[in-house]
């Protein structure tokens, strides 16, 4: 097949494979990812590149959306377990976001958002899902609301600050969040504070 005819049959979401693959390479991560590097990996010039994307900034916002819309699916399948105990489910959530391909993909879109502001966008709503599902996980337990709250607040910023400093921490295995978790649960939570700020009942 000529490079022309190879070129015509891809697609965005090709290069947004071939993207992710060059992140999770052995010499992979945000510097991974060359116009270069990716026209060898799809056997294509680089005009097929600019065909679907005006930079490698329009290249990583596609990647950010891909990794939320995977993301929104992963929480999808587990809130479609019901048979799994809450417990199962929060143990399952964890130890995929601790995953060696999710670690290294979720550093590398954190990376890039520092100067993307499209990016940056992304990550804080893949924040804020990640939070609402440990939380609604949390809400089946016997704490209240702002218990909930709370533990989700400390297991989201523990996860993020794993990703972006596990290189220099000892590894979190599967057996370890396994081991973990029911002990964080069987923790006593305090009663988080009221707000002062917080409007009263009726207030918008």
Same mark, same amino acid.
């Given at each position: 097949?000529?490079?022309?005819?190879?070129?015509?049959?891809?697609?965005?979401?090709?290069?947004?494979?071939?993207?992710?693959?060059?992140?999770?390479?052995?010499?992979?991560?945000?510097?991974?990812?060359?116009?270069?590097?990716?026209?060898?990996?799809?056997? *294509?010039?680089?005009?097929?590149?600019?065909?679907?994307?005006?930079?490698?900034?329009?290249?990583?916002?596609?990647?950010?959306?891909?990794?939320?819309?995977?993301?929104?699916?992963?929480?999808? &399948?587990?809130?479609?377990?019901?048979?799994?105990?809450?417990?199962?489910?929060?143990?399952?959530?964890?130890?995929?976001?601790?995953?060696?391909?999710?670690?290294?993909?979720?550093?590398?879109?954190?990376?890039?958002?520092?100067?993307?502001?499209?990016?940056?966008?992304?990550?804080?709503?893949? &924040?804020?899902?990640?939070?609402?599902?440990?939380?609604?996980?949390?809400?089946?337990?016997?704490?209240?609301?702002?218990?909930?709250?709370?533990?989700?607040?400390?297991? *989201?910023?523990?996860?993020?600050?794993?990703?972006?400093?596990?290189?220099?921490?000892?590894?979190?295995?599967?057996?370890?969040?396994?081991?973990?978790?029911?002990?964080?649960?069987?923790?006593?939570?305090?009663?988080?504070?009221?707000?002062? &700020?917080?409007?009263?009942?009726?207030?918008?």
């Amino acid at each position: 097949m000529t490079e022309s005819r190879r070129s015509a049959r891809l697609r965005a979401t090709d290069w947004v494979d071939a993207a992710f693959s060059l992140v999770t390479s052995e010499a992979g991560g945000v510097h991974g990812v060359t116009i270069a590097r990716l026209c060898t990996t799809l056997g *294509v010039t680089k005009g097929s590149f600019y065909w679907h994307f005006r930079d490698l900034d329009a290249l990583w916002e596609a990647m950010a959306a891909r990794w939320q819309e995977m993301n929104r699916r992963r929480v999808a &399948d587990l809130d479609e377990l019901s048979e799994v105990p809450p417990e199962g489910r929060l143990i399952a959530l964890s130890t995929m976001l601790v995953s060696r391909d999710h670690l290294t993909v979720e550093r590398a879109i954190r990376n890039w958002a520092r100067s993307n502001d499209t990016v940056a966008e992304t990550v804080r709503n893949i &924040d804020t899902e990640i939070f609402e599902a440990v939380e609604a996980i949390l809400r089946e337990f016997e704490m209240s609301p702002g218990q909930a709250r709370l533990l989700s607040g400390v297991l *989201v910023y523990a996860g993020i600050g794993y990703i972006h400093g596990h290189e220099g921490l000892p590894i979190i295995s599967p057996e370890d969040i396994q081991r973990a978790i029911p002990g964080l649960l069987s923790l006593t939570v305090a009663e988080p504070p009221a707000d002062p &700020d917080a409007p009263g009942p009726g207030v918008h």
